[in-house]
């Protein structure tokens, strides 16, 4: 195995320049990939440059830009020219206490399929700050991957780990990491709100509105020379009453990259998906109603309560405006008279006479869980309403979103109404209400998981027993020693055994723990179907609550075709 040279000279790294390193690097993951220089061979690391930035973690701006971090990792990788450097992934404004970033997602994803077998970052806190999820990360899933993880600043490298293990060090900076963004979190969003109403604060690159870019040096947006001219043509076209699908449209036919796969082209985000991204209608609409556009700074927009919950959408009465903050792309007249056809546009529909409502909304039942069989994507749910004097009734009905949003260009409407998908599902869960319900069940599954628990949690015990004595013979044998019994080299000759058994203990534990925390899962679970299932059965009612427990995903294929994948599918497989 080759010796890793971690000695870059880091005061030669400059990060004035917030794009620095960035496109070198694309440029040449880009030349790497595109040659197909990726081999099979698993002596050859192909690796992937991972860099996070996120303010609300406490992160400095300066040290740990995104630049920064890019121009650490092409020294490190001119240092050691045997590392290939395939992609690099980047999460711009993710907090680091969980994985769920769509570029580090898309980095275990090439991890799976091969395209790399090594993973770089800067130091550990940018793959994560929770020391719980990094250290399985870190022992379990990358080396059961056969994955080589480096750190540089850390000088870590996971061939070195012993025993499976993470450097200690390397475990204590993690610890350290979670504990200070949960305290660092609290002030910074205290101190970011702060400077956010003085002007002083500004959200990452990834934040930044279209049309505009971040200058972080005058602490303000600046225009983007290259996307300014095409929100000026959106508010042009809208001006004259243009509807929003036509603006979608024209934005498409003339082949302008869309803010998502602007991104991708600039080497912002390697997420695949945005590569061939097209605007949508949505993105239209946010455009014509920011005030971003006539020069006001928002902040505020989305929050989170707590550190590590997810922001959300708040009240416009609770957003933080900042006006004549930075040049403005739109001019003041122009903007209002596009807000007055939009409030006209509005009250038309609002004003088309009233409507029935629906008996059911199954928007609320199903929520995010209804997807399109051919690409993918979800399937957004409206609602056709009847009019107050109409024989027919409303309805909530279900079409492609991807469809929906490309003005019915790209993928099929797979147009189902609500009431269909939730008979298909009503029906199967009945059945399967029946087989938990019968005495079959308890019998074939209950009973024998409860002798299985029984068995489990003795030999816990037992193992934690012999554990223990394990414990005091090393205990006994340290005493001996400090009260000149025997030697040192005695003391070490019979420590060396008691240590192998107290490690073998250790894991026997940590397995049977683990294989009796499953069957108590499992229990619990059992318990919960029939408490549901029992009422379930009496109503034959669908809910959210029902849905959350027993449905993973529906699907929907051409012809009004329905595929559920239940949670208890594999279960079902097993078991009967």
Request: hydrophobic share 35%; glycine share 4%; charged share 30%.
């Amino acid at each position: 195995m080759s010796t890793i040279n971690f000695k870059i000279d880091y005061n030669s790294v400059k990060t004035t320049n917030p794009e620095m390193g960035s496109e070198a690097l694309a440029r040449k993951s880009r030349y790497i990939l595109e040659n197909k220089l990726v081999f099979d061979d698993p002596v050859i690391l192909r690796v992937g440059l991972y860099a996070r930035l996120s303010v609300e973690d406490g992160d400095n701006e300066i040290s740990d830009s995104i630049a920064t971090q890019l121009a650490i990792g092409a020294g490190f990788f001119a240092l050691n020219p045997e590392l290939i450097h395939v992609k690099t992934y980047i999460d711009d404004g993710y907090s680091g206490l969980d994985f769920d970033r769509p570029d580090f997602q898309n980095m275990m994803d090439d991890l799976k399929t091969g395209l790399i077998n090594c993973v770089v970052v800067k130091d550990v806190s940018r793959a994560g700050r929770n020391y719980k999820a990094l250290g399985t990360f870190l022992s379990e899933t990358i080396r059961d991957m056969g994955v080589r993880f480096f750190s540089i600043l850390d000088e870590y490298d996971s061939a070195e780990d012993e025993d499976g293990l993470p450097k200690l060090s390397v475990i204590l900076q993690t610890v350290l990491d979670q504990k200070f963004s949960e305290d660092i979190s609290k002030k910074v969003s205290s101190s970011i709100r702060a400077k956010t109403e003085l002007g002083e604060f500004l959200p990452a690159a990834g934040s930044i509105p279209y049309g505009f870019l971040r200058d972080a040096v005058n602490v303000t947006y600046k225009v983007d020379e290259e996307t300014a001219p095409v929100v000026l043509k959106i508010y042009s076209m809208r001006s004259e009453r243009a509807s929003i699908s036509a603006v979608t449209n024209y934005l498409n036919d003339e082949g302008v990259p869309s803010p998502g796969k602007l991104r991708y082209l600039r080497g912002m985000s390697s997420d695949e998906k945005l590569k061939d991204s097209k605007w949508s209608r949505s993105t239209v609409r946010k455009i014509l109603t920011d005030i971003t556009y006539i020069g006001h700074r928002v902040h505020g927009r989305k929050q989170k309560e707590t550190f590590h919950l997810p922001k959300k959408a708040t009240d416009s009465d609770k957003w933080i405006i900042i006006e004549n903050a930075h040049p403005a792309i739109v001019p003041p007249d122009l903007f209002y008279v596009v807000q007055g056809v939009n409030e006209e546009e509005n009250n038309k529909q609002a004003n088309q006479g009233k409507r029935q409502d629906v008996d059911i909304d199954y928007r609320e039942i199903f929520k995010d869980e209804i997807f399109c069989a051919d690409c993918g994507e979800p399937m957004i749910g409206k609602k056709n309403t009847a009019r107050a004097n109409s024989q027919s009734a409303s309805f909530i009905y279900y079409e492609c979103s991807r469809y929906l949003n490309s003005d019915r260009r790209n993928c099929k409407s797979h147009y189902i109404k609500g009431e269909a998908i939730a008979s298909e599902i009503t029906a199967q869960l009945l059945s399967f209400a029946e087989t938990v319900l019968s005495k079959d069940f308890t019998k074939n599954v209950i009973e024998p998981l409860k002798i299985e628990l029984v068995v489990i949690r003795k030999q816990v015990l037992d193992t934690r027993a012999q554990a223990s004595k394990a414990q005091d013979a090393f205990a006994e044998n340290f005493e001996n020693y400090i009260d000149g019994k025997i030697s040192k080299e005695q003391f070490s000759q019979n420590a060396i055994p008691i240590r192998e058994n107290m490690k073998r203990l250790e894991k026997e534990e940590r397995e049977q723990r683990q294989v009796m925390d499953a069957m108590d899962a499992k229990m619990d679970l059992y318990k919960e179907w029939i408490k549901l299932l029992r009422e379930f059965q009496k109503t034959a009612e669908l809910s959210g609550k029902i849905m959350d427990a027993f449905v993973e995903k529906v699907v929907i294929a051409t012809g009004q075709h329905i595929f559920v994948e239940y949670s208890f599918n594999d279960f079902k497989s097993k078991a009967f």
